[in-house]
């Protein structure tokens, strides 16, 4: 039986889960006035104690599939009617300016979300809302996060006790707030790995779907970023792509299914997810889902062909990295084809067919014939619920349609059908109806276009593990205690290299946690150090974080309020409390490995900053599980520079194979780093000069330029290098 495929109903809960870590659609800067707690009896705010949800309820849990009569639910709504004026508690504070709270208790749900059906923020209101610990905080909400209608729908933030804060600063307007609806999640749907390492995946889908961050095809990678999860209504779960127009404009215009929308508000309380994948291949640890946006106009919709084109209020931020796709109107696209998705709202994956899709009919009730493609089998992977609305893309990288359902699974992966953007195109004549007038609003004949990236200055993702690294937890050799974490050597302050930069502007950062505290709170730094040989002057800092907040085996996200402006090098940290009560704090890092560059830095007990692998105890060249959100990267040109006194040259350059360093008059071992223009450091090695003279195997590098910085008895000398 054909089935669409978008229907996970999600309770009446909109959104994207976040950690500490939800800072986008969301978030505008600041944190919460309150001090975090135990739980909300703590929190001094009058407490809303929910009724338990009944029985009913429940009675889907653990089905998989379903059809678009019978969604599949995995929250509970309680509609209310809570606002500043009938409930919670005030403070005013000594400025002037004033503070409300309510706190809320579902006992058992896995997440709590809202829907407010009036949010009307001025200048000077912000709202908050977070765990009572505050190991995850959704805001500020503020003015840029209102809509036309007035309605706002939240990520969820796990757990069963969320707090919300309004802050009114003095003299400020006063706000339009009213909580309509708090969700019950007792399904379990944004579900996470368990504060240990497992090889299983979280979430609910199927196995056989390939992670899309393992996807090693470039174009296939840069069109992942073209795709958001989408709930709406807080009912239903789906997929979708943002694509492109001739304008090339970045109008921020998304195609999913129509079926995704039940409701006449459904892209009102509509919230798109970016950027929710496992990092770099590693399937035991889970993306961060902070970065989102809420509510959309609906542009062009045909019920009978199972398309939809929303335009996002907002557009989203260049931190997201995304990207429009291009698209096609091809009657016979070519192989092999693949959709992007989020099966069951799960991270993003990617299914494969090698050969290409046929015209069908897609026989659910009310469809026009012969307007969609059949996928007959897919090689690698498949769909699920929540798939819905996932674009397919053919052997040149441009979408073609979008998944409207069909009987494909893990077990039997046979017959999806996906819209055809060329049956969309004009089928009817209304623009309201068609794609041709939002999607080719100038070259109107124009068949297809390529994808597009908006942001002139496009910020990357910038990381040090290469797909040769092995990632864990690994234990301090003749001691206790982790080599990038709480040790018997009680090290202070663990940091990632990155740079050298004539310039470049940071934007955030990722880090990876292994090992977290579970029972007793303590308080960590997390810090951004410049310096020349070594992290020497503070850039940035965010003091005294909650250790819980940064979940095991989960991406922690920090987004500046303020982009950074950078040059020469920088480290990003993380800086430990002493004594940890056994409750230790430790990042994933790189296995060691003598042929890798060595990026990882440790302060230790001393106060003194040194290389990873100069720390003794059996430790090596690696990498600590840190990444940074990059813009206008720039490497200092130094192909006619030395930074000390002395003739240093490289030759033969261009070269390949092994090249010769010249430094005049000096003996030793060099340490000889490579760098690629985009600042990535791309080999590392110890180099021994005799009498002025070293060689050095670059056959491990690619074709490219790379700066080449050599240290040296405390002197450092950089140069261009050509390698063919």
């Known amino acids: 039986m054909n089935v669409f495929k978008g229907g996970l109903i999600l309770g009446l809960v909109v959104l994207g889960l976040g950690s500490a870590d939800i800072s986008a659609q969301l978030s505008h800067g600041g944190s919460p006035a309150a001090w975090p707690v135990v739980d909300v009896y703590d929190s001094g705010a009058e407490v809303i104690e929910l009724p338990g949800i009944p029985k009913s309820a429940t009675l889907n849990l653990g089905m998989e599939e379903k059809s678009a009569s019978q969604p599949l639910r995995f929250a509970h709504p309680f509609f209310v009617s809570y606002s500043p004026d009938n409930s919670g508690s005030w ?128 174009l296939r990678l840069t069109n992942g970023q073209a795709v958001a999860r989408l709930i709406t209504d807080g009912t239903e779960l789906c997929s979708g792509t943002l694509v492109n127009n001739t304008l090339l404009d970045g109008k921020p215009y998304f195609l999913t299914a129509s079926h995704c929308l039940k409701g006449p508000n459904s892209h009102v309380a509509s919230v798109f997810t970016f950027n929710y994948a496992v990092p770099h291949c590693q399937n035991n640890i889970e993306g961060a889902f902070l970065q989102t946006t809420s509510g959309s106009f609906i542009r062009a919709r045909a019920a009978d062909l199972d398309f939809v084109l929303l335009e996002m ?16 109107r091809t009657t016979a696209p070519e192989a092999p084809v693949y959709t992007i998705h989020h099966p069951q709202g799960d991270v993003k994956k990617i299914s494969y067919s090698d050969n290409a899709p046929t015209n069908a009919t897609f026989s659910y009730s009310g469809m026009v014939s012969n307007a969609h493609w059949l996928v007959g089998r897919w090689d690698r992977g498949a769909t699920q619920g929540g798939s ?90 003749g001691g206790s205690g982790y080599y990038s974490g709480h040790n018997s050597r009680g090290d202070r302050a663990f940091a990632e290299h990155f740079g050298f930069f004539s310039k470049a502007t940071l934007h955030g950062f990722y880090i990876l946690p292994a090992s977290t505290a579970a029972l007793q709170t303590y308080n960590v730094n997390i810090k951004v150090w410049g310096g020349t040989n070594a992290p020497e002057v503070e850039l940035w800092s965010m003091n005294n974080v909650d250790a819980r907040a940064l979940r095991i085996n989960r991406e922690y996200v920090v987004m500046l309020d303020s982009p950074l402006a950078l040059n020469g090098n920088i480290w990003v940290g993380v800086e430990l409390q002493y004594p940890s009560d056994g409750e230790d704090f430790a990042l994933y890092q790189t296995a060691f490995r003598t042929e890798r560059p060595d990026n990882a830095w440790v302060r230790g007990a001393d106060n003194i900053w040194r290389k ?19 813009s206008g990267v720039e490497l200092i040109d130094t192909s006619d520079v030395i930074i000390d006194k002395g003739n240093f040259r490289i030759s033969p350059n261009p070269a390949r194979g092994t090249i010769d360093l010249y430094i005049y008059d000096l003996s030793g071992t060099a340490r000889v780093d490579a760098f690629t223009l985009s600042g990535k450091l791309a080999s590392s090695k110890n180099v021994m000069l005799n009498n002025g003279r070293g060689i050095m195997d670059i056959s491990g590098l690619a074709p490219g330029v790379y700066i080449i910085r050599v240290e040296i008895e405390g002197k450092k000398y950089t140069g261009k290098l050509s390698v063919i």
């Open 388 to 477: 819905s609305g996932g674009g397919l893309f053919d052997a040149s990288g441009r979408l073609i349609g979008g998944l409207s359902g069909g009987s494909a699974t893990c077990a039997n992966p046979v017959s999806d059908y996906f819209f055809r953007l060329n049956k969309a195109w004009n089928y009817y004549p209304e623009p309201e109806k068609q794609l041709a007038a939002w999607l080719a609003p100038v070259e109107s004949n124009a068949m297809a276009i390529d994808g597009f990236d908006y942001y002139s200055e496009t910020v990357k993702r910038y990381s040090n593990f290469t797909p040769s690294d092995e990632v864990g937890l690994f234990n301090l050799q």
């Open 91 to 218: 403070q005013c504070n000594d400025d002037g300016s004033r503070t409300w709270h309510l706190a809320i208790k579902s006992l058992g749900a896995y997440s709590i979300n809202l829907i407010f059906d009036r949010f009307v923020l001025h200048e000077g209101n912000s709202v908050f809302i977070y765990t009572p610990d505050q190991s995850a905080v959704l805001g500020a909400l503020t003015y840029q996060n209102n809509n036309p209608e007035g309605i706002l729908a939240t990520a969820p933030i796990p757990g069963d006790e969320i707090i919300v804060e309004l802050n009114i600063e003095a003299g400020a307007e006063e706000p339009e707030l009213l909580i309509g609806a708090i969700n019950h999640d007792y399904l379990n749907i944004f579900k996470v790995l368990e504060d240990d390492l497992k090889t299983s995946r979280m979430g609910y889908s199927s196995a056989c779907h390939p992670e899309m961050s393992c996807e090693a095809d470039e």
């Open 612 to 630: 990873l692998s100069d720390t003794g105890s059996g430790a090596g060249s690696a990498s600590f599980m840190i990444d940074v959100l990059l």
């Open 313 to 328: 209020y907002e557009m989203p931020a260049p931190e997201y990295r995304p990207y429009w796709a291009g698209w096609s």
